[in-house]
């Protein structure tokens, strides 16, 4: 059974740019959380969505940052215009319901050059 | 504010050399507390959930305990496989937006040596 599923794995980009990164949650699952780990601030939750819908967003850190999950099967984060202070990997993680156990996926490293 | 803070930042073993990871928490009523492993480019994976003071797991060469005010991870003769980083999160009594977030730690970065 494939687990979460994230993609592009490595994200490079210049200043300025918008970067979207892509997850496919467990089939089934009714919750959905986007991380962001540094070695600064280690794994912090920036969103999460339950039944589609965003419930706590109070972890994003800016306007420049938005996320979407227009299905069940899928969600995105979006970064514009993108900073250097933006480099983290980003991980998507889900769960059959909001207090239940998240699986993670294997992350997104964006590096903003 | 949820707080988990775990010692030590990182710990060198040598194999069969046995020791313990701490993680101290406050929360506004606990829910659960996990433990996570975190191998290199890879994603936290799950290890073990401990819901209530005194309540103990195992597995393999792990065991995982909690109190009221904190977790330990108890590792038995570890091998150099066991190397990681292992992570600790505490997830809030329901209610509010907040219901189902995990406030992680630091992490702890294991080395076991051959």
């Known amino acids: 059974d494939a687990g979460v599923i994230q993609s592009p794995r490595h994200e490079v980009t210049e200043m300025g740019q918008e970067v979207t990164l892509r997850c496919k949650p467990i089939s089934g699952h009714n919750s959905l959380f986007w991380y962001r780990q540094t070695m600064m601030r280690g794994l912090e939750l920036l969103i999460y969505f339950n039944n589609n819908v965003p419930i706590d967003d109070s972890g994003m850190p800016e306007d420049r940052f938005s996320a979407k999950m227009p299905n069940a099967s899928f969600s995105t984060l979006k970064i514009q215009p993108s900073e250097p202070r933006d480099s983290a990997v980003y991980f998507c993680a889900s769960s059959l319901a909001a207090s239940r156990l998240q699986y993670f996926g294997p992350g997104t490293r964006l590096t903003v050059t | 504010e949820d707080q988990v803070t775990q010692s030590p930042e990182a710990l060198r073993l040598q194999e069969g050399e046995s020791s313990s990871l701490n993680c101290s928490y406050t929360?506004?009523?606990?829910?659960?507390l996990f433990w996570y492993r975190q191998d290199p480019g890879k994603g936290p994976e799950f290890l073990f959930t401990?819901?209530?003071a005194g309540e103990e797991k195992e597995k393999e060469r792990l065991k995982a305990t909690l109190t009221k005010k904190e977790s330990f991870l108890h590792i038995t003769a570890p091998k150099p496989e066991d190397s990681a980083t292992y992570l600790c999160a505490v997830q809030a009594s329901a209610g509010g937006t907040s219901y189902g977030k995990l406030t992680f730690g630091q992490g702890t970065i294991l080395t076991v040596h051959p």
């Open positions: 401990l819901y209530s």
């Open positions: 929360v506004s009523g606990l829910r659960g």
